[in-house]
């Protein structure tokens, strides 16, 4: 009976093995991509736990695997999407999307990657850890769609502008100013709709930017959406962005 059970056992193994060959290094699994083919949730647990002691795969969290891809610097972390997949999109909608400091070195806002991740989406939850990755997330009050995500990252750099680390503002500034300038008509128009359910300063920003960019026509709904007495502290915005006396920004 033990013989029998020991070489059923090595049988999954070899089986999922044979799975994870075919699988992109970084692929993030779960038992689930082999269920179809491994009947049994306790044999198919203990083939990945022996497929992970073996150092085949790594085990990232409870449940979670993946295959790891090596280089001469050591063995490369897999993709930060690949980490939080299943918190971004189910069953083929998009629930939420990559912002954060792994984003503003995408953009080149920062040279920095650090072991967070950070999550936009409609529903929130609490920090928790994932692996080595502390999972957090920002309240995003726009429908999160694939058309508006990279529109939402651009915004969401706007809104946490002083924090962003190994940068000035004067140089994220310039930065997503030049990025916003790169946009369609269209998107522009998409990125003010947005906007209106940022904080005022992010608004003020947007349009001090709009404006430097020569895009009047589309500042106007940020402008009445704040109030002119109030001002916004951004140390040096004025230096890049001529505009920012305008929009009170100081």
Known sequence: MVIASSLLLMKHTETIKNIIDRLPKGYIFTCDDFIEKV???EALTKALNRLAASGKIVKLSKGKYYKPEPSPFGELP????????DLLEKGGKVQGYLTGLSIYN???????????????RNETRGIFKRGKYT?????????????NIPLLQLLDGLRFIKKIPDSSIQKSCIILRNLIAD???KERARLVRLAMKYQP????????????????ELTTKLKKSLNPLTTYTLPGVSEVLPAAARWNIK
């Open 201 to 216: 300063s992010t608004r003020a920003l947007l349009g001090t930017i709009l404006s430097g960019c020569g895009q009047e």
């Open 78 to 85: 897999p993709d930060q999407y690949q980490v939080v997949k």
């Open 106 to 120: 995408r953009l080149g806002l920062t040279t920095q990657v650090g072991s967070t991740i950070q999550i936009g």
């Open 39 to 41: 009947k049994g949730k």
């Open 135 to 147: 999972i957090s997330f920002v309240k995003q009050k726009n429908s999160i769609t694939k058309e």
């Open 183 to 185: 946009l369609s008509e």
